[in-house]
C-alpha cells in the first residue's frame, strides 16, 4: 500500500491534536505542585481546569466559521502556535489569577483544532469512523506521554518546566504542517462571517430531533471524559493512597487503552453501528469505574507493598482502566452518528456549532467531579458519573425499542 497524501494530512492532524492535548493535559499531573504553590482547593482547581474547558468548546464553532473563510490549513497552524505561547503564560505564571487567564486561553487555542480536523478528514475520506478513530488517537498517545514525561520534569525540576513541554512541541509541529499541508480551499470565502452568526440558521440546526439526541449522549460522555482527564491521578492518590509515580503510570496506561480501543471503536462503528457500538462503550465505563471504586481508601488498610492483597488491587484496578479507556473512545462512534446527520456544507461550522454547545455544558465535569469529592469522598463522586452512563444506555435502549429514529 503507497503512502497518499491524505495519509500525510492524517498523520500531521493526529500529531496536532497529541500537541494540543499535551497543552491541556500537563496540567492534571502537578495539580497538587499547582495547589501547594497557590494554596487552593480541588474545587478551585477544577474550576481552572472547567475554564480551561469551556473556552476549548467555545471556540469551536468559531473555527468552523474561520475554516469556511479562510481554509482549514490556516485555523489548525493558530492552534497549534497558540497552545505553545500560552504553555508559556501558564508558564510564567506569578499568580493564581494569570495562572487561569493562562488556562483559559489556553482552552481557546487549543480548541481551534479538532473539528476543523475532522471536517478536512471527512471530506478526503470515505470510512470517517475509522479515520476519525485514527485521529482521536492523538489525545489517548498524548495521555500515555504527557503525565510520565510531566511528572518526571516536575520531580526534578517543578511544576512550571513541566508545563513548558508543550511549547517545546508545538514549535516543530508547527514548521511540519507548513510545509506538509496544503493551503486548502475555504468553502464560504466570500460570505460575511456575520451571516453565519445569524440566529435562524443556529437554532434550526440545533432543534432537529436527531442532533439533540445525539448531543445529550455526547455532554454525558464528555462530561466523563474531562472528569477522568482532570482527575483521575488524583483519584488514585487521594483514595487508593498510591504514589504520584504510580498514579501517573495508571494515568498513562489508561490513556494507552483508550488509544489502542478507539480505533477498535471507530471501525466498529462502520460495521455494525453507531448506536451499538456507543452502548458497548457505556456498559465498559460503567464496568470499569465500579473496578476503580472497589478496592479500599487510603487508610482503610495497611500501607500497600506488593503482597498478594495489593497485587490483587492493582489487578482489578488495571481492569477497570482498560473498561475505561474503551469506554472514553466513545467519541469514534458518536462523532460520525453526527456527520451521518449534517450536510457537506454543514460538516465545518456546524459540527463546530455542536461541539460547543455539548462541550459548554460538559466542562462543567472538572468542577462538579472536584466539589462532590470534596464535600463527599471520591466514590460518590465517581459513582454519579456511573449514573450518568447508565443514563445513556437507558437512552440508546428507548430509541431502538420505541423505534424513535433519533
Known amino acids: 500500500m503507497h503512502w497518499r497524501y491524505r495519509d500525510t494530512v492524517l498523520t500531521l492532524c493526529t500529531v496536532a491534536l497529541f500537541v494540543?492535548?499535551?497543552?491541556?493535559?500537563?496540567?492534571?499531573?502537578?495539580?497538587?505542585?499547582?495547589?501547594?504553590?497557590?494554596?487552593?482547593?480541588n474545587t478551585l482547581i477544577?474550576?481552572?481546569?472547567?475554564?480551561?474547558?469551556?473556552?476549548?468548546?467555545?471556540?469551536?464553532?468559531?473555527?468552523?466559521?474561520?475554516?469556511?473563510?479562510?481554509?482549514?490549513?490556516?485555523?489548525?497552524?493558530?492552534?497549534?502556535?497558540?497552545?505553545?505561547?500560552?504553555?508559556?503564560?501558564?508558564?510564567?505564571?506569578?499568580?493564581?489569577?494569570?495562572?487561569v487567564l493562562g488556562t483559559v486561553l489556553l482552552g481557546a487555542v487549543a480548541g481551534l483544532h479538532y473539528s476543523v480536523a475532522t471536517a478536512l478528514l471527512t471530506r478526503i475520506y470515505d470510512d470517517i469512523g475509522t479515520?476519525?478513530?485514527?485521529?482521536?488517537?492523538g489525545a489517548p498517545i498524548a495521555g500515555l506521554v504527557t503525565p510520565i514525561v510531566v511528572s518526571q520534569v516536575a520531580v526534578s525540576y517543578g511544576w512550571r518546566p513541566a508545563v513548558a513541554v508543550a511549547a517545546a512541541l508545538a514549535l516543530p509541529l508547527f514548521v511540519l504542517i507548513t510545509w506538509g499541508i496544503r493551503p486548502t480551499e475555504p468553502r464560504r470565502p466570500d460570505q460575511p462571517m456575520r451571516e453565519r452568526l445569524e440566529l435562524g440558521p443556529i437554532l434550526e440546526l440545533l432543534s432537529r430531533p436527531t442532533i439533540v439526541f445525539t448531543g445529550v449522549i455526547a455532554v454525558i460522555s464528555d462530561f466523563t471524559w474531562q472528569a477522568m482527564a482532570s482527575f483521575l491521578p488524583t483519584f488514585f492518590v487521594q483514595y487508593?493512597?498510591?504514589?504520584?509515580?504510580?498514579?501517573?503510570?495508571?494515568?498513562?496506561?489508561?490513556?494507552?487503552?483508550?488509544?489502542?480501543?478507539?480505533v477498535g471503536v471507530?471501525?466498529?462503528?462502520?460495521?455494525?453501528?453507531?448506536?451499538?457500538?456507543?452502548?458497548?462503550?457505556?456498559?465498559?465505563?460503567?464496568?470499569?469505574l465500579s473496578?476503580?471504586?472497589?478496592?479500599?481508601?487510603?487508610?482503610?488498610?495497611?500501607?500497600?507493598?506488593?503482597?498478594?492483597?495489593?497485587?490483587?488491587?492493582?489487578?482489578?484496578?488495571?481492569?477497570?482502566?482498560?473498561?475505561?479507556?474503551?469506554?472514553?473512545?466513545?467519541?469514534?462512534?458518536v462523532f460520525p452518528r453526527f456527520m451521518d446527520h449534517l450536510s457537506a456544507a454543514e460538516q465545518s461550522s456546524g459540527f463546530g456549532l455542536i461541539r460547543t454547545v455539548y462541550m459548554v455544558v460538559a466542562a462543567s465535569g472538572s468542577v462538579v467531579?472536584?466539589?462532590?469529592?470534596?464535600?463527599?469522598?471520591?466514590?460518590?463522586?465517581?459513582?454519579?458519573?456511573i449514573a450518568l452512563l447508565a443514563g445513556v444506555c437507558a437512552l440508546l435502549a428507548a430509541n431502538e425499542a420505541f423505534g424513535l429514529e433519533y
Do not use: K
Open 291 to 333: 473496578l476503580l471504586v472497589a478496592g479500599p481508601e487510603a487508610g482503610a488498610v495497611a500501607a500497600p507493598g506488593f503482597g498478594s492483597g495489593f497485587a490483587s488491587e492493582l489487578g482489578a484496578v488495571g481492569a477497570g482502566i482498560v473498561l475505561l479507556g474503551l469506554s472514553m473512545g466513545w467519541s469514534a462512534a
Open 20 to 41: 494540543t492535548m499535551v497543552g491541556r493535559l500537563a496540567i492534571s499531573p502537578v495539580v497538587p505542585d499547582i495547589a501547594a504553590e497557590f494554596e487552593i482547593s
Open 369 to 385: 467531579v472536584g466539589l462532590l469529592a470534596d464535600l463527599f469522598g471520591w466514590a460518590v463522586s465517581f459513582g454519579f458519573l
Open 46 to 99: 477544577g474550576l481552572a481546569l472547567t475554564g480551561m474547558w469551556v473556552a476549548y468548546a467555545l471556540a469551536q464553532f468559531p473555527s468552523g466559521v474561520l475554516a469556511d473563510r479562510f481554509g482549514e490549513r490556516l485555523v489548525i497552524l493558530a492552534s497549534v502556535g497558540g497552545t505553545g505561547l500560552t504553555a508559556l503564560v501558564i508558564v510564567a505564571a506569578p499568580t493564581f489569577g494569570v495562572f
Open 131 to 137: 479515520a476519525i478513530g485514527l485521529h482521536n488517537a
Open 266 to 288: 471507530g471501525v466498529l462503528a462502520d460495521r455494525i453501528g453507531r448506536d451499538v457500538t456507543t452502548a458497548i462503550c457505556m456498559v465498559a465505563g460503567i464496568a470499569g
Open 240 to 262: 487508593h493512597g498510591y504514589s504520584r509515580t504510580l498514579a501517573g503510570t495508571l494515568f498513562a496506561a489508561y490513556f494507552v487503552a483508550q488509544g489502542v480501543l478507539q
